[in-house]
Nanobody, 121 residues
Framework: QVQLVESGGDLVQAGGSLRLSCKASGSIDRINNMGWWRQIPGKQRELVAAITTRGTITEKDSAKGRFTISIDNAKNTVFLQMNSLKLEDTAVYYC???????????????WGQGTQVTVSS
């Protein structure tokens, strides 16, 4: 079994910062990439940023310059540093990872349980 456990969501004022963490654990052979998605009630889940274990980054335009994704391969952990937070960043943030479980040949997609980020005025 593979699990993703997120932490770091909180209530913060506009202009503030938060750092989200997500650790993958369990029977893991290899992690291909990890990332962060977010979902606002009534809207589709959207990609915020993703990073491969080699450091290649994909990110949403609105995140560029404010959010920084990083990965600690030794700890199977991905981080999202969020600065200059805006009201519209309020959402549930989900960790996502493509992981090859032990004993398998192909990756599977895993999701965390979500962590709430609320930005207030």
């Amino acid at each position: 079994q593979v699990q993703l456990v997120e932490s770091g969501g909180d209530l913060v004022q506009a202009g503030g910062s938060l750092r989200l963490s997500c650790k993958a654990s369990g029977s893991i052979d290899r992690i291909n990439n990890m990332g962060w998605w977010r979902q606002i009630p009534g809207k589709q889940r959207e990609l915020v940023a993703a990073i491969t274990t080699r450091g290649t980054i994909t990110e949403k335009d609105s995140a560029k310059g404010r959010f920084t994704i990083s990965i600690d391969n030794a700890k199977n952990t991905v981080f999202l540093q969020m600065n200059s937070l805006k009201l519209e960043d309020t959402a549930v943030y989900y960790c996502n990872a493509e992981i090859v479980p032990s004993g398998r040949f192909f990756h599977e997609t895993y999701w965390g349980q979500g962590t709430q980020v609320t930005v207030s005025s």
